[in-house]
Structures are given as C-alpha cells and as structure tokens.
C-alpha cells in the first residue's frame, strides 16, 4: 500500500506546484531559521571536554570580605585566584592533577629573516594541564615536572604556530626565540579547540587563542603581565613583586579529581584551608569555598550571551509561524481535494486509508522542507559566520546529528501541524461530495 | 459598509480554523517583530553614541619592540616627538586605552578614602597635556593637564597624582548638584586624594559592551595625568582634517625609521569603532533578517489561505455577482474580511508583544518596550493582510456572474 500512497502524493503536490512551493518554502524557511541558531547555541552551549567534564573542577574561595561580594557573579564568589593563594594550593598537591594558569603574550621573532616578528598568545601551566585537559600532541610531549621545578624555558607550540615558524616539521629540540629569551621546543600539539574554553573563560571562550604554553614558574620568573582582568581590592599594586604579595585576584586554577572520595576529600581541604587562613589573620572573615566541575562552572559563569537565549526564542518563534502557514495551506489543499477523496470513499477507502494517505502527503511536504531547511541552514550559518565576531567562526558547522534534528524537526512539526487538516480530510462525506458540481 | 459585516461574520463562523490560523500568525508574527524591533533600535541607538572623539581624523598605532628596549622612557619620548613634528599631524600621545578600545582599566571612583561601598565605577586613562587636543574631547569646565603635572608611569611603579579630569557624566553622578570641579574624589583604589581639575563634555568608557552592568557607567571617564611607559605603547594620533590616510603611512614610515625591530598595528578610529560594534551590528542585522523573512511567511500565508476561500466560494460569488454585486464590492469583502481577522489578531498581538517584553526583560535582561513598537507593529500587520489580499480578491472579483447558472 506504501509505494501506492506515495505515488499518489507525489501526483497530487504536483498538481497544485504553487501551493506545494509555498508549504515547502515556509517550512524550510522555518526549519532554517531555527535550525541556523540552535546550532550555534548548541556549540555555544556543548560540553567542551565530554570524557572528563566530571572529574575536572574550579575550586573557588572567597577572597574578598562581604563588602567586596563580586557582583557579576550570583553567589558573590570571586571566580579567580590570588597567587599566594593558588600557591599555596599547588604546593599542598592534594588532586591527582592541579594546575594554575593564565594568558600572557610574548613577540616571537621568527628564524626565517623573511618572517616579521609578531605577538604570540602565551599560556602558563604546569605540567599536568596536559594530561589534565586531554592535550592531544603531534610532536614531542608536555615539559616535565623537573622543568616546571627548574623553572626552564621550555615550550609547547600549536599546530598552526609550528607550520607557520617551521613548515609543520617536527620541531621537537629545536630553539624558538620569544622576546629576547631562547626556549626549547618540547612539543607540539594536534588540532585541539575546546568550545568553549572553560579553563580560561576571560578572554576569548569561544575561537582560537592559546598558541604557546610555557612552564607557569618561568613566566613568573619572567614577569609576563597577564592578558585579561587583574582585580583588585584595597592595596594599590605597582608592578609584577607587588602583585605576587598581594591579594589581587588573576588566576585560574583547575584540578582533577577522579572519584567522589578524591572530590570530599578536596573540599575538606578547601574548607580546612580557609579556615586556617582566617585564623592566621590574612582573612577578616570566614571565607566560604566552592568546588565545581567543568559543566557546573560554565553554567555558573553565564557563558551564553543573552542575545544568544533571544536570538533562539525569536527564531523558534518563526518556526511556530511557518507552521501554522504550513497548516493552512494544508487545509486549503488537501480541502480542494475534497472531491477526490469523495470519490475514493464512495469506491470503497476507509476512513483510516484517507487518512494515512493524507498523512504521507504531509510528511512528504515535511521531508522537503527539512532538506530544504539543511540548505538555507548552511547559508544562514555561513551568514551569521560574517556577522557576528570571529570568535564564533569555530562555532558554525553542521554535524550528523544537526542534520537528524532538522529533519526530524521539520517532519514532526509538519505532522503535527498537517493533523488537523488530514483529520478533516478523513471526514469528508463521500454522498455531499459525489452530488456537488 | 456595516451591512456587510454580518455576512462576513458568520462565513468566518464556518471556516472558524482558518481565520484563526490567519489570526493567530498574525499575533505571533507581531509579537516577535515588536520585540526585534524594540533590540535593534536599542542596538542601533548605541552603537552610534559619539565616543567624544573626533574619529573622523584619528588613528591609533600599537607599538611593540620586539626586543626589550633599555630606556622606554627615551623611546616614547622620541616616538612622540617624531610623531608630532609630521606635517600633517595636528598632535599626538601615549594613551593607556581609549574609548572603543573594547578593554581598558575600570576602577572604583570613592568620596571618600574610608567608605566601604564604593560610589561608582569608570575606565581609566592616561594623557598627558596633550590628551585632549588629540582626542578632539571638549572641556566644559576648568582646565588642561599642564607639561608640569605628567609623569611617566612604568608598569612597575605607582607615582601619585593630585589632579585629574572627569567626563560631565561622571561629574554629574558624582557631585549632582554640578559642583564638581574643584573636588577630591578617590580613583585608582587609593587613599590619596585627587582634584577634578577638569571636565569633559564627553568621552566615552574602553568598554562598549551593551549588556551587562558596564553599560550604566559606559559614559564615565577619568583622565589621570600619566604617561605610559614601557615596551608596548599605544599612540593615537589626530591627524589634519582630510590627511588621515597620507599620516597613518607617513607616521608608520617616521617610527619605523627610528627603530625597525618592531611590530607596529596602525588602525583608524573608524576601523576600531567597526570592530568594536561588529557583533551589536551582526545582531541587528540577524534580526532584521528574522523579522523580513517572518512578515514575508505571514504574508503568503494569508494570499494562500485567502485563496483557498476565494475557490471554495465560486459559486457563492457567480451567485452574488449575478444578483447585482459589483467588482468593487466582491473585492471589498474580501478586504473587510481580512481586516477583522488581521485586527482580532492584531490585538491579540500586541498583548502577546508586551507580555513577551516582559518576560525578555526578566529573564534575559532585554529593555522594556514603550508600546510604540507593538503599535506600528500592529498597523503594518493591517497593512500587511490588506496587500495580501489583494490578489485573490482580484481574483474572487473576475469570477463571471454566469457561474452561477451552471
């Protein structure tokens, strides 16, 4: 019966072409609207590091006194470090993995002459932010904890810095010079973008940034002033010494903590921590501390624009307005067939094979729409790649299960929107209908 | 005209889905289009507030030696005065940050040294006394930085200061009675007192972020009297009215001539203003996009359905067009008839309109609506079902009379 149902409908949207066009155009036009933002939502939103997002945590501890309540964040929290603090945690090592990091910049001065010398975005960690994030490399591996003790001028450059200064050959021991410094060429890392960054959400969360990672001890050695906020309270700080002494916060720090024992018995020692801070008088306060995981703290932190949650509703909006076009539309055809389907139920169809019948019909115009959604979805994501910052360029691709959902969206929309009018269909009386002209 | 409504009400009676379809597009379609309205003319409205500057003839060159160099203090001077001795240069100065810029320092403002909440927030910058003639900025109130008054500032130390110019709003939101000049105020977290010595009429923050708190102090500014010094250094320069593209080359050429082992990034203010709203104009131009398309579905929805009725009608139209309707009127009642579904829509419309303001303005910090964008929303709702009908009343009106004898 199927074959015979869609060749039926194939031979009746063929019929009335402008009315299929329109159903069509609306709900592609829908389908692609709506389609083009999730998308971007869904990245905006996704899961950067799925396999550990649940084992790797922020801790957070309340560095400023009940006056000082950070206001952009919602329980008052400072969400970076001061360095004595994140010091202090890293020399207690009490995760599996811990690292302190931040951004800076260093100028790279090309070995080739012919290549001008420009600036370089700088990370500093440890060591363990490798295996930490699940840091693919291509070449080489991270420095070692004996670098990081030495304070060494070593280096990990990205796959796109390595073919730019040496033409993606491994460049594993060889010498790269940054500033006025040599360092060490220790690794080189495979394509690695997490969207968004979670590590370091300050600058730049969604796009490329990172291209160097240097041993966070030597950048401090260095003095390598951060890219991103610098926040401070009370003390005015002048220059790098100051900074290291006092309470200002500008730090990100991330441990690993793999089972649920490991994450109780980090926030005991948070909790013991500030405890003992207050008690040595550096806190006026009792400091409250916070542990979250990967997922918790990018809901935490807010990181979707609320243009974003907008830009969705308005659009998903659109979607419910093509559908309810697309449903009078439907109405309007499958009722100027109201005399066909009078004459197949005066032969002898049932309600439920009119029904069926119309249903495929409308499932294919569903189908259509949905194919024609995915290419209006490609154009309006290579639209909004124009538009908006070139942060978001990483964000706009389609995968497989995007185009699953647009076709599933766009066939169960249509159904339920076409279920009125293939119900009104069904009801035709085959008697009215055979006596009418 | 009125004669005819009763008819019209009880056809709409028996194709109650349809016009309720028509209706209820008509609602949603208004209720979003207001509201995108409402986001764009707030975008637009703020991504062209004068910054105070003169654009038009200023560019910004971000010096950068790649080498550390051993005096930087020697080196901005050298850099500055090159800079200023070009021909068609009006003047120029080492800047910490500038309106636009997108980042900057953002400092707490006190009234006093002791008080625990701080009063408000501002971006900080520096200039020397030639800050303002090269920013175009326009005092209001008091006077320039003397020659006297600068000091270098290398990141490493924090010379005090004892006197600094504000911008009119900060003044305002400070001192409202307008007393302002002559005060102390606490910048720069510090207890040490400084004096408003000048203010502004205008110059906008670093920050030009529309969402978010830094929007209430996007209009506050203090320039403190420091020159910045060290191995990056940010000059903007004003260029003579008509010479800004000859003076961004010529000033390149000057610095590079003084020391070529560095990375220099030239850009207009116009090029830096472009950057700075790009994703406020994106924005816009999304949604307006979102909202073409919308009316354009709205619209073909109704010249479909419209149709559809027109056909269902033949015979009901030969019949009044044999009994002696004219044209006009087929074609009237199918415009009276659009008209109550698009006005029974169109007020549900606006309702929905507001009640979706609200809920933006809740829970997505979005600015309320002022109910003139769901009214011009609703009169081009009208509009919008009046042209749609057009064609299948046409249509309906071309119907011979004869139609109704077979």
Not at chain 1, 224 to 248: H, I, K, M, W, Y
Not at chain 1, 258 to 265: I, N
Not at chain 2, 91 to 119: C, E, K, R
Request: glycine residues 8%.
């Amino acid at each position: 019966m199927f074959p015979y149902y869609l060749e039926l409908a194939l031979r009746s949207l063929r019929r009335n072409a402008v009315l299929t066009t329109l159903m069509v155009t609306a709900i592609g036009v829908g389908i692609g609207a709506s389609m083009t933002t999730l998308t971007v939502f869904r990245a905006m939103s996704g899961d950067p590091i799925p396999a550990k997002s649940r084992q790797l945590f922020r801790p957070q501890i309340q560095s400023r006194g009940p006056d000082g309540a950070d206001r952009e964040s919602e329980d008052g929290l400072q969400t970076d470090l001061s360095y004595l603090d994140a010091m202090a945690w890293m020399r207690a090592h009490q995760a599996v993995r811990q690292t302190v990091t931040y951004a800076s910049g260093l100028t790279v001065r090309p070995a080739d002459p012919k290549q001008k010398p420009f600036r370089a975005d700088v990370r500093a960690a440890y060591n363990d932010f490798f295996p930490m994030f699940a840091v693919p490399f291509a070449f080489g591996s991270p420095w070692t904890h004996a670098d990081d003790d030495d304070r060494s001028a070593v280096v990990v450059l990205t796959r796109a810095l390595n073919d730019r200064l040496f033409g993606g050959s491994n460049s594993v021991g060889k010498t790269l010079r940054l500033g006025n410094e040599p360092y060490t060429v220790v690794g080189v890392l495979n394509d690695w973008l997490p969207i968004p960054r979670f590590y370091d959400l300050q600058v730049v969360p969604f796009g490329e940034s990172d291209q160097l990672f240097i041993p966070f001890t030597h950048a401090i050695d260095r003095q390598l002033e951060v890219d991103g906020s610098t926040s401070c309270s009370d003390d005015r700080q002048a220059g790098f010494p100051d900074l290291l002494q006092s309470n200002c916060i500008w730090l990100q720090y991330w441990v690993e903590l793999p089972t649920a024992a490991d994450v109780a018995k980090y926030r005991l020692f948070l909790n013991n921590y500030a405890a003992e801070q207050q008690r040595s008088g550096r806190y006026a306060w009792p400091p409250r501390t916070e542990l979250r995981n990967v997922r918790e703290w990018l809901a935490y932190r807010h990181i979707v624009p609320n243009e974003m949650g907008v830009l969705m509703l308005l659009s998903f909006g659109f979607l419910a307005v093509c559908l309810l076009n697309a449903a009078g539309l439907l109405l309007a055809k499958l009722m100027g067939r109201a005399g066909d389907i009078g004459v197949r139920r005066a032969l002898g169809a049932s309600r439920t094979a009119i029904f069926v019948q119309c249903l495929i019909e409308t499932g294919m115009v569903g189908l259509a729409g949905g194919l024609l959604g995915l290419l209006l979805t490609s154009l309006g994501l290579l639209a909004a790649r124009s538009l908006l910052t070139a942060d978001f360029v990483a964000l706009t691709h389609l995968d497989l299960a995007d185009v699953g959902i647009a076709i599933a969206l766009a066939v169960t929309a249509t159904l339920l929107a076409g279920l009125y009018p293939t119900w009104r269909a069904a009801q035709v009386q085959p008697g009215w209908q055979l006596k009418a002209p | 005209m009125m004669r005819e409504l009763g008819p019209i009400a009880s056809s709409l009676g028996r194709n109650k889905f349809g016009a309720i379809l028509i209706a209820a597009q008509i609602a949603l379609t208004l209720g979003f289009l207001a509201n995108a309205l409402n986001i764009v003319e707030f975008r637009l409205s703020w991504s062209s507030r004068p910054s105070g500057m003169d654009e038009a003839n200023v560019f910004a060159i971000r010096s950068e030696s790649v080498d550390a160099s051993a005096d930087p203090a020697a080196r901005v001077s050298a850099d500055l005065s090159v800079l200023r001795a070009l021909p068609d240069v009006v003047d120029a100065f080492a800047a910490s940050s500038f309106p636009l810029a997108g980042g900057g320092w953002m400092s707490s403002v006190n009234l006093d040294p002791d008080q625990a909440m701080w009063t408000t927030i501002t971006g900080i910058y520096f200039a020397d006394e030639h800050g303002l003639d090269t920013l175009g900025a326009r005092l209001v109130a008091g006077r320039n930085f003397r020659a006297d008054e600068i000091t270098d500032r290398h990141s490493a130390d924090k010379p005090n200061t004892s006197v600094l110019i504000v911008t009119k709003a900060l003044a305002d939101k400070l001192f409202p009675a307008g007393d302002a000049l002559g005060k102390d105020i606490y910048v720069d977290s510090g207890n040490h007192p400084e004096r408003i010595v000048g203010i502004v009429e205008r110059l906008e923050g670093p920050i030009t972020t529309a969402s978010g708190p830094s929007r209430l102090v996007a209009e506050h500014s203090v320039l403190l009297p420091y020159r910045p010094v060290g191995d990056r250094a940010n000059y903007l320069v004003r260029a003579r009215p008509g010479h800004l593209n000859v003076s961004m080359k010529s000033a390149e050429r000057a610095l590079f001539a003084i020391d070529a082992d560095r990375i220099l990034r030239t850009r207009s203010m116009a090029e830096i203003r472009a950057n700075a709203y790009r994703g406020d104009h994106g924005l816009v131009v999304l949604l307006l996009g979102v909202s073409v398309a919308l009316v354009l579905v709205t619209g073909f929805g109704i010249v479909g359905l419209t149709s559809y009725w027109v056909a269902q009608r033949r015979r009901q139209i030969g019949i009044r067009r044999a009994l002696g309707a004219t044209r006009c009127d087929i074609v009237r009642y199918f415009q009276m008839e659009n008209l109550l579904i698009a006005a029974g829509g169109a007020a549900a419309g606006i309702a929905f309109a507001l009640a979706l303001n609200l809920w933006l303005v809740d829970s997505f910090e979005m600015l309320r609506m002022d109910g003139s964008q769901a009214i011009v929303g609703a009169i081009l709702m009208l509009i919008l079902g009046q042209l749609a009908v057009i064609w299948p009343a046409l249509r309906a009106a071309s119907i011979p009379p004869a139609l109704a004898t077979r």
